[in-house]
């Protein structure tokens, strides 16, 4: 489910953890290399299925352990984005355990941008595939004070 960060260029790691939600096996190789190279974590856990990641994001939540930064596949099959974060708001609340959730896509259409930037737990919106430029932006996000609704 995860691995520990390799030692990768300059970057210093400033993220505890990351939860990488993902149906796509070569999207999700693709993010975690890039994570990688990048040394942007100490641990990321990748999750082929948003209903498996819920069940450890709020199991992790009851122990004060949330990660730092979701990323989150917006379309998928059985549970999508936004059903995995309407179900962990419902458990959670709207700042899901003080994680600092950054909707991406492949093809996102702009209803469904608005629909992910107006949800209270997402952060950011990203268009994937992730490159250097989107880890320097959430890097800043995840050093970000959090929104008043989260406190």
Do not use: W
């Amino acid at each position: 489910m995860g691995y520990d960060a390799r030692k990768g260029d300059d970057t210093k790691l400033t993220i505890s953890s990351v939860m990488l939600i993902d149906d796509c096996e070569v999207d999700r190789m693709q993010c975690e290399r890039l994570l990688g190279k990048a040394s942007f974590a100490m641990r990321l856990f990748r999750y082929p299925s948003a209903r498996q990641a819920l069940t450890e994001l709020v199991e992790r939540a009851s122990h004060d352990n949330s990660p730092d930064v979701v990323l989150l596949d917006l379309n998928m099959p059985s549970m999508d984005g936004f059903e995995f974060l309407d179900a962990a708001s419902q458990s959670l609340g709207d700042s899901l355990g003080g994680a600092k959730v950054v909707m991406m896509s492949d093809a996102m259409m702009e209803a469904d941008q608005r629909r992910a930037e107006s949800h209270p737990a997402v952060r950011m919106v990203l268009h994937k595939p992730l490159d250097r430029s989107d880890l320097d932006r959430i890097t800043d996000l995840a050093a970000s004070a959090p929104r008043k609704a989260d406190l």
